[in-house]
């Protein structure tokens, strides 16, 4: 027979946060076999059996054992990636974890116990992904549908895209006409329109924009008085037409309106009004085309986006710049009976309100006033005519007799009250009028022995006005006198305009024929100091100086707008009027009358 396996004791040992064991008097105490005999194993229960050279014993019949759990190896580690409450989970885990160690009773056999813990799933890295867009239009996707699809299938239309075959698609010309009267169409070709121009422009725009460097010049320099032409203004559109009017925008620098029409008056060609960029000079950025010809354009001071066009037909018309439209100025209580030859915005105060209005001056010898915001707040200021009652003079012919309207040319606001203005006639007159006087002129006089072109306030001394004719000279006045300042001859040609420049005193522009003159009040006024010329059989029709007083914009009769770069000027006088008033006096010492009240003026 064979021996029965000893049996251990073996003590299940507490333990401790120490991190050592200890015993405990009430652990239960469990018997465990030692085996000696391989032959034996298969009598004791499988996983109790112990062998014998780890056993150690305690008495005769009894082994005391020590079970100690291992340290934990960590052969492979993953890193995962939680979400954002990956944390927040975590400390959820450890709370529920205390929980269970307070509360729930587990069996003291084993030293395993539950673990109740949130699953969280992990995320891998992020895919980098690409937006791309394409263009395709119905009939790629109809096409590619038909390549997916097998042979057999090729026949056969589904429900999705038997509709398109209804659908009649534009065509190519119908496409590009729709996309061309888009704004941001025109947008884009003006911006693009621009950066070409300036590859060949670049230098000349440089120059336009440049102040000119007084401090280039010392005290012995020579003042040459050079002017260079930068471009001309012109296009397949404009070509043909004469130039009538030119017009500054008062705060956006470099942007120019011209009106163009005719001189041939039985020629009924169509009017334009094209405005142009300094940045663009070979093409213009906004085209407005009348039935009539355009006589004068003015941009508005207090609404620069605000264009007003005069036709010769008698229709006024507004055109509003940045929203690319035009409306004509109606009133069933006033209209002109012909051409509109002048315009002018003016502030006029009533007493209630202090608006922006427009005069105009027409062939009829009507003035007339313009409420663009209320029409029927328009009206008829004056109707010029001379009659018995009222004799002109003075006149190298002595007074005419008879009753005769007077055609107004060209209309001018006094600048030291909005409420005069003076309009020079085609029969050589220049009337002084009232707005509130509708009866009749305050005052006219013979001007010149032919039309008077233009008249101009000096913008330094506003007392003082030139004017020039068709009796090929030019005239300076002082208001309330009847007898010219200053007469000065230009060719044998008729001075259709002369302007002031805006900088300097005593500098004058004018243009006769094909010659276009600089004149220095303070110099000698015998000849001109610079003349500028442009082709033989072409004439000037209008000039304008820029807003900065450094260049002088010039039209023809060939639908050209030349600009000019004046270069190597006379320094600006520190006391404008002193200056004009002194260089005057130096021509009025043979007439001690004319000195005598220019002096009054000038200590007034």
């Not at 194993?41 to 305690?58: D, F, M």
């Not at 085309?289 to 986006?305: I, M, R, Y």
């Amino acid at each position: 027979m064979r021996e029965a396996p000893r049996m251990v004791q073996v003590e299940d040992l507490k333990y401790k946060d120490s991190g050592s064991f200890t015993e405990d008097e009430n652990l239960e105490k469990v018997n465990i076999p030692i085996v000696e005999d391989d032959m034996l194993k298969n009598s004791v229960k499988p996983g109790l059996e112990i062998p014998k050279n780890l056993a150690k014993p305690i008495g005769d019949d009894a082994f005391k054992v020590l079970l100690r759990e291992t340290k934990t190896f960590i052969i492979l580690c993953i890193d995962s990636k939680f979400r954002d409450k990956g944390e927040k989970h975590y400390r959820e885990n450890e709370k529920s974890e205390l929980q269970r160690k307070l509360v729930e009773k587990v069996s003291h056999s084993t030293q395993t116990m539950k673990s109740l813990k949130r699953d969280e799933s992990t995320m891998t890295s992020p895919v980098i992904m690409v937006d791309v867009s394409t263009f395709v239009s119905n009939w790629d996707l109809y096409c590619s549908s038909l390549d997916k699809k097998p042979v057999s299938q090729m026949g056969k239309k589904s429900k999705f895209w038997s509709k398109f075959d209804k659908v009649v698609q534009p065509t190519q010309q119908e496409q590009m006409s729709k996309t061309v009267k888009l704004r941001q169409f025109k947008h884009a070709c003006i911006i693009t329109e621009r950066l070409l121009a300036s590859n060949n422009y670049s230098e000349k725009q440089t120059k336009f924009l440049r102040n000119p460097d007084a401090g280039s010049h010392d005290k012995t320099s020579k003042f040459h008085y050079d002017i260079e032409e930068l471009w001309a203004f012109s296009c397949i559109d404009t070509a043909n037409r004469a130039v009538t009017s030119i017009s500054w925008n008062p705060i956006i620098e470099g942007a120019l309106a011209v009106g163009y029409g005719t001189l041939d008056f039985h020629d009924f060609t169509g009017g334009l009004v094209c405005i142009w960029s300094l940045l663009n000079p070979c093409q213009p950025e906004q085209f407005y085309k009348f039935d009539h010809s355009v006589n004068d354009v003015k941009f508005s001071q207090d609404q620069p986006e605000l264009l007003a066009a005069a036709c010769h037909d008698g229709s006024i018309w507004i055109i509003h710049a940045t929203l690319g439209t035009k409306m004509p100025i109606k009133s069933s209580c006033v209209s002109h009976i012909g051409p509109v030859w002048s315009l002018e915005w003016v502030t006029h105060d009533d007493f209630v309100t202090e608006e922006e209005v427009l005069i105009s001056s027409g062939n009829d010898g009507r003035i007339c006033y313009w409420n663009i915001c209320n029409e029927s707040a328009c009206s008829q200021i004056l109707h010029l005519r001379y009659g018995p009652q009222k004799q002109l003079k003075p006149s190298a012919e002595g007074t005419i007799k008879g009753n005769h309207y007077l055609s107004g040319l060209t209309l001018s606001i006094d600048p030291m009250d909005r409420n005069i203005y003076y309009v020079g006639t085609s029969h050589g007159f220049l009337a002084k009028c009232s707005m509130d006087c509708k009866s009749n002129f305050l005052d006219i006089v013979m001007a010149h022995q032919g039309p008077v072109y233009s008249v101009q306030f000096s913008p330094f001394c506003p007392n003082i006005l030139l004017t020039c004719g068709g009796d090929w000279t030019m005239r300076l006045w002082i208001k309330g006198v009847e007898e010219p300042l200053l007469l000065i001859r230009t060719a044998m040609e008729a001075v259709m305009k002369a302007v002031w420049s805006p900088v300097h005193s005593t500098i004058i522009v004018s243009i006769s024929g094909n010659e276009l003159a600089l004149w220095d009040l303070s110099q000698k006024i015998q000849y001109p100091m610079r003349v500028a010329y442009i082709a033989k059989g072409t004439v000037y029709t209008t000039v304008e100086f820029t807003n900065g007083g450094n260049n002088v914009t010039a039209g023809d009769d060939d639908g050209n707008v030349h600009v000019y770069n004046l270069q190597e000027m006379p320094f600006i006088p520190y006391h404008q009027e002193k200056f004009l008033i002194s260089s005057l006096e130096n021509y009025l010492k043979s007439s001690p009358k004319l000195l005598s009240k220019l002096e009054k003026m000038k200590s007034g």
